[in-house]
Nanobody
Framework: QVELVESGGGLVQAGGSLRLSCAAS????????MAWFRQAPGKERAFVAS????????YYADSVKGRFTISIDNAKNTIYLQMNSLKPEDTAIYYC????????????????WGQGTQVTVSS
């Protein structure tokens, strides 16, 4: 089992920045890829970015490229999502997820999920 705990959400004005953290514990050695997803009210959960534990290879959704950066601290078993130039449309609950395979944009491909952290961007 893998446990994921997100933190760092909050309220920010458009153009501002936030950094989300996701601390992983348990059988993290059984996972290869960590990812961030987000879900806005009334919308489906959507892929944001992913990173591999071993090679730190990263992959981003087009909507966040150039604004968001995913990173990993292997020593702390923690991943981060640095979000810059935030827009009101970035408002959502952000979830951390983990899977055994390599990067995938489908939520159903991820076996482990955190509880989510709310990000609200005001205009």
């Amino acid at each position: 089992q893998v446990e994921l705990v997100e933190s760092g959400g909050g309220l920010v004005q458009a153009g501002g920045s936030l950094r989300l953290s996701c601390a992983a514990s348990g059988r993290t050695f059984s996972t290869n890829t960590m990812a961030w997803f987000r879900q806005a009210p009334g919308k489906e959960r959507a892929f944001v970015a992913s990173v591999r534990w071993s090679t730190t290879f990263t992959y981003y959704a087009d909507s966040v490229k150039g604004r968001f950066t995913i990173s990993i601290d292997n020593a702390k078993n923690t991943i981060y999502l640095q979000m810059n130039s935030l827009k009101p449309e970035d408002t959502a609950i952000y979830y951390c997820a983990a899977r055994q395979g390599f990067e995938s944009t489908g939520p159903s491909m991820y076996a482990y999920w955190g509880q989510g952290t709310q990000v609200t961007v005001s205009s």
